[in-house]
């Protein structure tokens, strides 16, 4: 007797709006007020966060204390993905700007998610690169604004 073939998985049916939407293994809906934080800076990377409703700011405060804001996001955004790459520690605080309704994905929970499903992978994926390529310039443009005038050079 031959064993029946399983159908090859579609891969229209893994819905990542579906995912980021409904409470399941790892995943928790987190009602956060106008004004409190998310997470310090220095807190643990465990989780990822995805927006439903609301805004979200996102501060870094140097050793010096001075504070500057890396981004501000909204619905249908991530943050707090950089225990994804190995960062042990938030490197920043996110501070909800008005009440918020996020999807708290634990790391291990999100790892899988990911290793599994592309399109998921794919939403992950694409606005991280967007804001990476933002601060890479916000920050060459800062560095190359510093420079003294004569360090610049004039190809001569």
């Not at 995805?50 to 996102?58: A, C, D, E, F, S």
């Not at 190995?86 to 994905?105: H, V």
Request: net charge negative; hydrophobic share 40%; glycine share 10%.
């Amino acid at each position: 007797m031959i064993a029946p073939i399983m159908p090859a998985k579609n891969e229209c049916d893994f819905d990542p709006r579906e995912f980021l939407a409904t409470i399941g293994e790892g995943r928790s809906l987190v009602a956060i007020a106008n004004k409190q934080t998310i997470y310090p800076q220095g807190a643990a990377c465990d989780a990822v966060f995805y927006i439903q409703t609301g805004k979200v700011r996102l501060t870094v405060v140097s050793q010096t204390g001075k504070e500057a804001t890396l981004g501000i996001l909204s619905e249908g955004e991530f943050f707090g993905e950089g225990g994804m790459a190995g960062q042990p520690l938030r490197m920043g605080s996110a501070t909800a700007m008005t009440d918020c309704e996020l999807m708290r994905i634990d790391k291990k929970a999100m790892m899988l998610a990911l290793h599994h499903e592309q399109t998921l992978s794919d939403m992950f994926l694409r606005p991280l690169r967007l804001r990476l390529r933002r601060l890479r310039i916000a920050c060459g443009t800062e560095w190359l604004e510093r420079l003294p005038e004569d360090d610049l050079g004039d190809g001569s």
